[in-house]
């Protein structure tokens, strides 16, 4: 755990950072009128989302460098690396719409729950 305390650190800085995005967008939300409990679970859900992808690239990279530096094969840290670059992105694009799927019958517009993490979106953005 004595590896990661940097990292931990920041993503400590990341998280308050974000929910200060995030009580932002749902002040919007409320002020135009679209504040639902489903726009609360969206950003809940982006959140978390955003948090995983920070720490899963922050931890991938560390230890890829760490090995590679202890004497690992630079071109196996750079194969990590990349695989990493390919699997996070695939997951959060994979994601996101599932709760669209599950809120209503059809699910949502993907742009618009990619944008939001969120199915209601599409109400708000045609």
């Known amino acids: 755990m004595r590896k990661h305390q940097d990292i931990l650190r920041q993503s400590g800085q990341l998280a308050v950072a974000v929910a200060l995005c995030i009580a932002a967008m749902l002040a919007v939300y409320a002020l135009a009128g679209y504040y639902t409990t489903e726009v609360l679970v969206g950003a809940l859900i982006g959140f978390v989302l955003a948090m995983g ?74």
Request: some cysteine; proline content about 11%.
């Open 53 to 126: 992808n920070f720490l899963a690239l922050s931890i991938t990279v560390s230890n890829a460098l760490d090995r590679a530096a202890n004497g690992g094969s630079p071109q196996k840290a750079q194969l990590e690396i990349q695989t990493s670059s390919v699997v996070r992105p695939v997951v959060l694009v994979i994601y996101p719409d599932l709760p669209g799927k599950a809120v209503r019958p059809g699910g949502g517009d993907p742009t618009a729950s990619l944008c939001t993490g969120q199915p209601e979106a599409d109400r708000i953005f045609p």
